[in-house]
């Protein structure tokens, strides 16, 4: 087909409206200019109308969850002792603080009939350390940085059973805490740390742990003095005086000790007693130390080894009364053990008297009547040697 035929078939296309398709011969009808809509949806490959769809979807889902967060409450141990609620949203999950690092918040604490207990701004302590109430310690690092959130806390993750003098707080008293999270730093370099700084950091750690063991609290009296402990052991990478270091040893020294006591509490005989001949290695005469390893020995059975070690602390400090008594005590245990253990040794042996128990006057006299029939027989018996000699001589 030419262009002039293309031409031809114009016209007669157009007045029929219909035209045909070269590969199929299928009709289809053409359309006037003015029945074409100019404004085209845009096309599916461009992507605009997804995307802004997909935002508006995730600011959607983002208000749904943040409405969601301010209207229920958080189960955070699934036990129902420690709950937490948001009052603001936050700046999102990725500003959350981590363990270890510094924080810095506003608290509010309450009764749970609404009286206050107290109100601090600008609280900082580390997160994970022990350095505040458990159920700080657990919920913070649930929170967003900016947000406000309301705390619900049985007394277990609280002030426990004992209550508190300062604050003051009464026994088993459950708390509301309303606490805003301020900042989130990480932790300074402790070897880059000035000596003062650093000392003063240790010391606050093993009060912290004083806390814990003036509650029974003493696993977590443990951790605290490990920190503290961990603190006074790095090595300095600034200048140090040997009064600093001095310094540091003692607090070093006071820690170990501590942490011998709060391991006796649970019964942590091994781990106390290398407290203990840590503490000595320091400070050969720590009446402390001497005293709590004695106890840990005697614990353990080791009686011999234990008296002597509360015989030195006694020996340097002859007034004490408790070192005293507790000697006293113990030489009695160790003799009655030594006396047991005589009387088991007889009785392996065959000894008839100490089985029987018998009063020593009576074993006494008992033994006395073997021997004297024993000397009678001896006598008898020789008189009948002698007797026979002679009349054998006489035949």
């Known amino acids: 087909m030419d262009a002039s035929d293309g031409r031809e078939n114009a016209p007669s296309a157009k007045k029929s409206g219909k035209t045909s398709l070269l590969d199929s011969g299928e009709d289809f009808e053409v359309l006037d200019e003015e029945d074409i809509d100019e404004d085209l949806p845009p096309l599916e490959d461009a ?174 009296a443990v951790n605290s003095y490990s920190i503290a402990l961990q603190i006074t052991e790095s090595n300095s990478k600034v200048d140090i005086s040997p009064e600093e270091e001095k310094e540091l040893l003692e607090v070093k020294v006071k820690c170990l000790n501590n942490m011998a006591a709060s391991q006796l509490k649970l019964d942590h005989y091994d781990a106390a007693l290398k407290s203990c001949v840590s503490a000595l290695e320091h400070q050969p005469d720590n009446i402390k130390a001497l005293f709590r390893m004695g106890k840990v020995l005697a614990l353990q059975g080791e009686y011999t080894e234990a008296i002597q070690s509360l015989r030195k602390a006694l020996k340097l400090e002859p007034s004490n009364k408790t070192i005293h008594a507790e000697l006293s005590k113990l030489v009695k245990k160790h003799s009655e053990q030594r006396g047991a253990e005589q009387a088991m040794y007889k009785k392996m042996l065959g000894n008839p008297s100490s089985s029987s128990g018998m009063p020593k006057s009576r074993a006494k006299s008992s033994w006395g009547l073997s021997w004297k029939w024993l000397f009678g027989a001896t006598a008898v018996a020789i008189g009948g040697v002698a007797l026979s000699v002679v009349i054998a001589a006489r035949n």
Not at 53 to 72: G, H, L, P, R
Not at 201 to 210: D, F, S, T, V, W
Request: glycine share 8%; net charge negative.
């Open 47 to 220: 992507g605009n109308g997804n995307k802004a769809d997909n935002t508006e979807k995730k600011n959607a889902d983002e208000e749904s969850e943040a409405s969601e967060q301010m209207d229920e409450w958080l189960d955070v141990l699934g036990n129902d002792q420690l709950k937490k609620k948001v009052l603001e949203v936050g700046k999102g999950r990725g500003s959350r603080p981590r363990k270890g690092q510094n924080v810095k918040i506003n608290l509010k604490t309450h009764l749970m009939d609404g009286a206050l207990v107290e109100e601090q701004h600008c609280l900082s302590f580390t997160l994970g350390d022990g350095d505040v109430l458990q159920a700080l310690d657990l919920t913070v690092q649930l929170m967003e940085m900016g947000e406000k959130a309301l705390i619900h806390t049985d007394a277990k993750y609280a002030y426990g059973a004992r209550g508190s003098l300062d604050p003051e707080v009464p026994p088993n008293a459950q708390l509301s805490l309303e606490v805003e999270l301020l900042e989130a730093t990480d932790a300074p370099d402790v070897e880059l740390m000035p000596p003062s700084e650093r000392i003063a950091l240790a010391i606050r750690k093993r009060e912290r742990g004083n806390v814990h063991y003036q509650r029974a609290d003493y696993a977590f």
